[in-house]
């Protein structure tokens, strides 16, 4: 049997242009319509990620050689590796995990369906020019309105936040062929 493809939503802007934000928002809404939402964030710095597990046994495996090591409990799961993680390795460990939606921060250089962010207008032409599936573009000052892609302002959190959940939920819908 083969596995559904979880719906993959792209937020990508610069430092700051309210990514987090948005997602938070988002999978809050999606909670209410009972959809499982995993999320990937691109950490672009290049130093280690911090691990809490510090004189943990899971610690002690890592520092032994484990490759990867995963602790479980009734309420939750961590599970870590040695190594970066490809999107598409992501994406296929949460398509095993059966996601209704994946949202992904960051990874500007990958193309999936995308809501561009924009807190101001600096570099707006050159991340637009990156992009190729483009959804909506959120901004925070004042456009001049285009017919080519949706577009809202910061201030419409109502409006942008049912756009993407209804664009969202049409998605899976489909992919369930319901």
Not at 57 to 69: C, L, S
Request: hydrophobic share 35%; proline share 2%.
């Amino acid at each position: 049997m083969a596995l559904e493809p979880p719906v993959i939503l792209q937020v990508v802007g610069y430092q700051n242009s309210g990514k987090t934000t948005l997602i938070t928002k988002l999978i809050k809404r999606l909670e209410k319509h009972r959809l499982q939402t995993g999320v990937i964030k691109h950490h672009g710095h290049g130093d280690t990620l911090e691990l809490n597990d510090f004189g943990k046994d899971t610690e002690r495996h890592r520092n032994a050689g484990a490759y990867i090591t995963s602790v479980t409990s009734a309420k939750n799961s961590i599970l870590s590796l040695n190594s970066e993680l490809s999107i598409d390795q992501v994406i296929a460990i949460y398509t095993v995990l059966k996601m209704d939606c994946i949202l992904i921060e960051g990874y500007k250089k990958f193309q999936y369906p995308r809501v561009v962010l924009f807190r101001d207008n600096k570099g707006e032409e050159d991340l637009l020019s990156q992009s190729e599936h483009v959804i909506a573009r959120i901004h925070g000052n004042q456009i001049e309105q285009s017919t080519d892609n949706t577009h809202f302002y910061w201030a419409e959190e109502e409006k942008w936040l049912d756009y993407l959940s209804s664009y969202i939920l049409k998605c899976h819908k489909e992919r369930k062929g319901s």
